[in-house]
């Protein structure tokens, strides 16, 4: 018999197995794990709760849910992320995703919550079944594909620049600065001084004004990005790339069955999108990602971001996933509002 209910860290190894035996698949298939503490991810996405499903003493099926404070039409709105929606195999297609996703509709009306976000990978549709024709729940709405772009590490020539970038601290003009351009984005997080804490922030700048901006972060201390599968011609990319790295002056690619590693652009602010210090910024982290021997600088824009253009000629592979978003209590106007502007999804916590 199948019971459901909230997790507790007692889960912690159970809810690690569960997310490991699940991935997703495609042309290159991942998984990723969360050694070695799952809920630390969801601490860092917002107050959260895990619902998991058991049979017996077994858990096999999860989803969580997190509070987070977004920007919407300029002004501050809540949202739930929804995320590890995780099914044990021998437990698919038997209406357990549906008993979950249940549970989360009722955790959303207990706490009057109105919009809530999920994100899946382009080409499943699967998840899609089990918010659709809900009774009382209106159906979620595509808000677009987000893509996800990994851009391999290379070796930049150091070139002068009127405005060298620079690493700084966080300051409330930092914060200023990246809330000035979030509030830009539809669905755009609320920054504080305490989410830029533990990445690394760079900076260009004109006398006392913050031109350009940009955080980076590691986020493999809670969350590993598995290759497990690469279709052949993947496969003979990834060792041509390799092949040449040391030539090339590019990162290595990552080996099958090990973490790949990531160096996430959090958030890039730059003072009207000017493309030169776009660039800057970008092969900035390119170039840290090699000297660290990062595989990559992801970055994830939606596919109505202008800045998607300075990607163009980059070395880098792509990957697309899909937005999601509901108004539990069927504000239209506030789903037009963003499928109307640029969403934003910051990547590095999914």
């Known amino acids: 018999m199948i019971h459901i209910r909230l997790a507790t860290p007692k889960d912690n190894e159970q809810l690690i197995a569960l997310t490991t035996s699940s991935g997703m698949s495609g042309e290159v298939s991942l998984r990723i794990d969360r050694q ?8 860092m996405r917002g107050e959260s709760n895990v619902f998991v499903a058991l049979d017996g003493p077994l858990i ?10 977004v920007y919407l039409g300029g002004e501050i709105h809540p949202l739930l992320y929804i995320g590890d929606l995780k ?13 979950l996703c249940d549970e989360m509709a009722n955790y959303a009306t207990s706490i009057d919550a109105d919009l809530a976000f999920l994100n899946v990978s382009k080409g499943n549709s699967k998840p899609f079944s089990f918010f659709k024709n809900r ?16 851009l391999i590490g290379k070796k930049q020539k150091r ?23 979030q509030t830009q984005y539809q669905l755009g997080n609320v920054i504080t001084k305490e989410m830029l804490e533990g990445s690394e922030i760079f900076s260009i700048q004109e006398g006392n004004k913050i031109m350009a901006a940009m955080c980076l972060t590691d986020t493999m201390n809670v969350k590993q990005n598995v290759l497990t599968k690469v279709s052949w011609n993947m496969k003979i990319l990834l060792k041509a790339i390799n092949l040449f790295s040391g030539v090339a002056g590019i990162s290595k690619m990552p080996a099958l069955k090990m973490p790949v590693r990531l160096l996430y652009i959090k958030y ?41 253009r300075n990607i163009k000629g980059l070395l880098n592979l792509t990957f697309n996933s899909i937005g999601m978003l509901i108004s539990v209590k069927d504000h239209k106007s506030l789903i037009t509002t963003v499928t109307s502007g640029i969403p934003f999804e910051d990547y590095s916590l999914v």
């Not at 070695?36 to 601490?43: G, H, N, Q």
């Not at 070139?159 to 351009?181: C, G, M, R, Y």
């Not at 999108?273 to 600088?297: C, G, P, Q, T």
């Open 36 to 43: 070695p503490d799952f809920f630390r991810l969801l601490e």
């Open 60 to 69: 096999v099926g999860s989803l969580s849910v997190s509070q987070q404070q």
């Open 87 to 99: 099914i044990a195999e021998g437990y698919r297609n038997k209406g357990l995703g549906g008993q």
């Open 135 to 150: 009774s009382g729940f209106p159906d979620f709405t595509n808000i677009g594909v987000f893509n996800i772009h990994q």
């Open 159 to 181: 070139k002068s620049i009127t405005h060298p970038i620079k690493s700084v601290e966080v300051s409330d003009e930092l914060v200023a600065f990246f809330n000035a351009q």
């Open 268 to 308: 890039l602010a730059v003072q009207n999108h000017d493309k030169k210090l776009v660039l800057a910024m970008i092969n900035h982290a390119r170039n840290i990602a090699y000297e660290r021997s990062y595989s990559f600088a992801s970055i994830s824009l939606h596919e109505k971001d202008p800045l998607n």
